[in-house]
């Protein structure tokens, strides 16, 4: 067995269990934390496959900022009855439930048709997962997205600061 | 497999030797942070264990070891489990990528010092553990179930996150210089006197101030303004819990000392040649020594910045993190990316 397989098997288990935690624990912060451990555990598995700048980047936003703003929600908001949060049986839940069928089919179809026998690495991963060529991608090849998304975020702060700046009469 | 099981086997080794140096660096930083307050007030600080009072930080332990540990019953008993271990555990994962000097030449194999040195993620890989560390803070204080931990927790949290942002920005004028993330490249550069201070000096004021409000030391310890929040949020924290928390604490200021030193003061490098051939044992001891020196001075540094400077209030540290340190940090990525059009 190698070091990446077995690496591979165990960040996988954990991720899936602390995502079955995150959406099945009635605790928000409990929850919450759970899902920090299941981007810690996808940041080791994009690891796996040579994207270090996607993995680091994964903690340092999501981690480390994103969900630091949810922690910090749940606990000031402080929801004490998680009872009266539980959804009862309505025509949302059953649609719900039918499309997560599908996509367990899907899954399954997929998985017998084409079994992965090796994970494969192209040669090229170790340079293309570098801070280095994402870079030089995003300044060249997708500059105009780049900008683009740039100005959205500008915009969005302005919106927050205006919604924030509000005098609440 | 027997190569993974060595490589395996040179990290733990190393991780061991990591963990115990920064484990006795808190030790004694701690006993420095006695002695140094003592001078500065004219007072004589510990003396009675062992000679100088050396032994002291030796007896704070045992003393944190056989306290009871009392848990408030309202308390969220795993998480408060979870939160001293999660701080001292972050405070130490940082050190994985670290260089303590450059490396020894065994039989035509380079051993590094550092567990991980070469990444060319370093630099990020610490940011990243940084903007985690908060959750050590935030959820001791809320699970303690007391309002002033809840207090200390959330302004810990708040002020890290806007301090993040700031010294985030100042790191990428160096990273616009030496065009790495791999702390060990950046250190290289830095060879002679060519240190990133002299050509980054607003970014790197800017860095240590911000890397003060991270480690939560004053002038920027709010979460833990004794006259206010009594203890902050460590306040239900008793024994080796407690202790965990004083020992990140610690670990944190000697991270954040060796952080400035490697970014900003040619880490390991020695500015002159002492005639030693590279990858010798002699020339990494050194280096090691060098390092660990400029280490120390930053940790004095720190230590000497707390027993002068009084504490911000609330909406100061706010404004100085927003209205000052960021735009500045922006202004040095504007000069900086100038000056490399022109120059560079």
Known sequence: ?169 | MPEIGWILVEAGVKAVFIVILILSAAAVSVYAERRVSAIIQLRLGPNRVGPFGLLQPIADVFKLFWKEDVVPKAADMGFHRLAPVISLGIAIAVYAVIPFAHYIEIGGTKYYFGIAPNVNIGLLYILAMTSVSVYGITLAGWSSNNKYSLFGGLRSSAQMISYELSMGLSLIGVLMITGTLSLNEIVLQQSGWGWNVFVQPLGFIIFLVSSFAETNRTPFDLPEAEPELVGGFNTEYSGMKFGMFFLAEYANMATASAFIVLVYFGGWQIPFDIGLGAGSIALALVQFAWFLAKVIFFILFFIWVRWTVPRFRYDQLMNLGWKVLLPLAILNIVITGVWIMIFG
Request: hydrophobic residues 65%; without cysteine.
């Open chain 1, 1 to 169: 067995m190698s070091l990446t397989l077995l690496l591979f098997l165990i960040l996988g288990v954990l991720s899936i269990a602390s995502a079955i935690v995150t959406i099945s624990s009635r605790n928000p912060v409990v929850s919450a934390m759970a899902l920090v451990l299941h981007f810690f555990m996808l940041s080791g598995l994009y690891l796996t496959l040579q994207a270090q700048f996607v993995a680091v980047m994964q903690i340092l936003v999501y981690a480390g900022a994103i969900m630091v703003l949810v922690v910090f929600v749940i606990m000031l908001l402080n929801l004490g009855d998680e009872k009266k949060l539980s959804e009862k049986w309505n025509i949302r839940r059953i649609v719900a439930i039918l499309f997560a069928f599908v996509l367990a089919i899907q899954f399954i179809s997929i998985y017998i048709t084409n079994l992965p026998d090796a994970a494969f690495i192209p040669e090229s991963a170790a340079f293309n997962g570098t801070v280095q060529a994402i870079g030089t991608d995003l300044f060249t090849n997708y500059l105009v997205q780049f900008e683009a998304i740039a100005v959205l975020l500008l915009a969005a702060i302005v919106g927050a600061l205006l919604l924030a700046k509000r005098k609440i009469t």
